[in-house]
């Protein structure tokens, strides 16, 4: 699959302030401005596209919307100006933790060592005392990157417990519902374990990734957890909104788990979450618009039709480590 139009399309998104936050169609909607978690992930897309133009851009913008004492200002309006909106400001805190950490450790690292070793140390006093599981997620995913060993084996337990509060026989997660991004706990936990080879954090790991294969998967295709009315412990599971993020986040999840235990399956199952995308799917629609945009969700009616910043950066990112394990079909 060529995912040139995809980037271009990435890219068509981004100007001096940042990547556009939402579209109505095929037009940009400035209304809503340029959020903070748009431009982390969006440094996540750079890294991977090794575009040091566009990783000095995001790292700038991120720099500049953290403070000391309050995490990230969550948002900038529609002419760029940071708006001193903290608002559940903790998962954004952590994703740009997450984000900043990438990039120390990737080979662009070295110079921004000094800015990001400073950020991140104040982003985690702020987060290591959380009692949110996505925000431990991101924190543990970050702070792996950096061999944080005392801080990812606080956070790890953490998570761990609050698995053992709320798993029961029938029920194999660490809360009482399935929301959003929920890939994203077991993924930190096998980052966890690949630092510390605490075998708890892979077997709960292991665990809930197979709870998820046995529920996210309906007449034979892929699916998530739907945003209208999640999955309730004992309800039925909403099928729609599906949203981009979570399948990204099942995709990535997977070659994860391949990488950490070398077994095979886990990528015939990145390559069977990843064909979601490509309309395997319960609509039988290809999520991917011809320029390359991928729609912002599959709802019951079939695709939204807008194509914004969140939709289209976690495509690229689990499509781009697809491709660097060669398991894109060209």
Do not use: H
Not at 84 to 89: A, I, K, L
Not at 158 to 184: G, Q
Not at 238 to 267: N, R, V
């Amino acid at each position: 699959m060529d995912i040139t139009k995809s980037i271009d399309y990435f890219k068509s998104l981004i100007d001096k302030n940042g990547i556009i936050q939402f579209t109505k169609g095929y037009k940009k909607d400035y209304s809503y401005g340029y959020a903070i978690e748009d431009q982390a992930r969006a440094l996540l897309v750079a890294i991977l596209l090794e575009d040091r133009k566009l990783i000095d851009q995001f790292f700038n913008s991120i720099e500049e919307s953290v403070t000391k004492d309050k995490g990230v200002d969550m948002l900038r309006d529609k002419f760029g100006k940071l708006t001193g909106n903290f608002d559940n400001f903790e998962e954004a805190s952590a994703e740009v933790l997450w984000a900043l950490s990438k990039l120390r450790n990737s080979k662009f690292g070295d110079s921004y060592k000094k800015s990001i070793d400073s950020v991140v140390l104040d982003l985690e006093k702020g987060l290591v005392k959380t009692p949110y599981p996505r925000v431990m997620a991101y924190t543990l995913l970050g702070l792996a990157e950096l061999n944080n060993l005392k801080t990812v084996q606080l956070l790890a337990n953490n998570l761990t417990n609050i698995y053992s509060k709320n798993k029961s026989e029938e029920w194999i997660w660490f809360e009482s519902k399935m929301t959003y991004a929920n890939a994203l706990l077991p993924w930190s936990l096998f980052s966890a374990y690949s630092l510390l080879k605490k075998r708890e954090y892979l077997v709960i790991a292991q665990k809930t990734l197979k709870f998820l294969f046995n529920n996210l998967t309906k007449e034979g295709v892929p699916i998530v957890v739907g945003n209208e009315g999640w999955w309730i412990k004992g309800k039925d599971m909403a099928f729609y909104d599906q949203q981009p993020i979570d399948i990204s986040y099942m995709t990535l999840t997977c070659l994860s788990a391949k990488k950490i235990t070398g077994k095979e399956k886990y990528l015939d199952k990145a390559k069977f979450y990843y064909s979601w995308f490509l309309g395997n799917n319960l609509k039988k629609q290809n999520m991917i618009r011809e320029d390359g945009a991928c729609y912002d969700g599959l709802y019951e009616y079939g695709p939204n039709p807008n194509a914004g910043a969140e939709s289209n950066i976690c495509f690229l990112i689990a499509s781009l480590e697809m491709k660097n394990r060669g398991l894109l079909a060209t």
